[in-house]
């Protein structure tokens, strides 16, 4: 076990989180009402928790006001990331011709201008099978497609643009209520951050992975040495026999910064609630630093000389 500092009764590793490189886009995505545009969104972003099957890691970064949106509706924002500019053009094409076209009263817009252009309605127009009708506003075309309610107007194009994925925070606790109150604690301090994104369902993941298996198929398989239920089984153990349930949050972002804010804000969440209510420690997950360029160390991120 690393060495630790300790903070309201938590233990809190001298390790890291390790990180990669990743591409990401925002899109907004608006609707007659909130309600709509939620639907849209949670769909849109529906089996996006990992790349390592999904194709893309996706999530609701924030709802908006009709303040924000370029067509004065409520809308959600919603961030997509995956590990090629080409694989995550591919899935917003198929997400929001699926999940957003489909939805009643919506329309989609690009919420990050600079960077590498991919098509966001530029393919999804032919849906209109020669009805659709574009639009150049300020030098930004759009497309008005005719459907069953009026139209949906899509913006032709969205910027991709690096970022990073995999930041994350493993959550050590006597049960599992006590988990799990963390776990939805920290969760909700890092969504009031911008730029940033919890993948899994409710931001949390029981099973996290370590690199490789025994079965020669399998590129990852479940972290035993933080499995309750394989202490006195498996050759190495990071519990104590009073620790019982372990979650982990992983966080991808726009930019390492804020990765390493939600990461901080969500460490503090957990200390708030401290040992005297379960939570026992506090790591991270990493490969020893050899797969990922981005290292989030724990101590320096909470201000302490590690």
């Known amino acids: 076990m690393s060495a630790t500092l300790v903070r309201n009764g938590v233990a809190i590793d001298d390790g890291f989180a390790e990180a990669f490189p990743m591409k990401a886009t925002r899109v907004i995505i608006t609707a007659h009402n909130l309600t709509w545009a939620r639907h849209a969104a949670v769909a849109a972003t ?30 959600q924002s919603v961030l997509f990331f995956s590990m090629s500019g080409k694989e995550l053009a591919k899935q917003i094409e198929r997400r929001i011709g699926q999940c957003v076209l489909t939805c009643p009263t919506t329309a989609a817009f690009a919420g990050i201008t600079e960077g590498e252009p991919v098509a966001l309605g530029k393919n999804l127009r032919f849906f209109g099978d020669g009805w659709q009708i574009s639009k150049v506003i300020a030098g930004v ?16 194009e969205t910027a991709v643009v ?5 930041g994350n925070l493993l959550l050590l606790a006597r049960d599992t209520d006590t988990a799990l109150a963390v776990a ?22 029981r099973s996290g992975s370590k690199v490789g298996s025994k079965y020669a198929a399998l590129s990852a398989s479940t972290n035993d040495a933080f499995c309750p239920s394989l202490q006195g089984l498996a050759q190495k153990t ?15 972002g726009l930019t390492e910064a804020d990765v390493g804010a939600a990461m901080r804000v969500g460490m503090q969440a957990g200390i708030d609630i401290g040992a005297a209510f379960g939570l026992l420690r506090i790591s991270a997950g ?19 000389v590690a």
Not at 141 to 156: A, K, L, N, S, T
Not at 184 to 205: T, W
């Open 238 to 252: 990071e519990l104590t026999p009073e620790t019982r349930c372990v979650l982990e949050i992983v966080i991808d």
């Open 162 to 166: 690096k970022a990073v994925g995999g």
């Open 184 to 205: 939805e604690a920290a969760v909700a301090a890092m969504r009031k951050l911008p730029n940033v994104i919890m993948p899994f369902p409710g931001g949390v993941v």
């Open 46 to 75: 529906g089996f996006a928790t990992s790349v390592i099957a999904c194709g893309c890691e996706a999530g609701i970064e924030r709802e908006l006001g009709p303040d924000e949106t370029p067509d004065g509706r409520p809308g």
């Open 141 to 156: 075309r759009y497309w008005r497609i005719p459907v069953m309610d009026g139209e949906f107007v899509v913006q032709e």
């Open 286 to 304: 990493n490969y020893g630093g050899k797969l990922g360029p981005y290292h989030f160390h724990l101590h320096k991120l909470l201000g302490e």
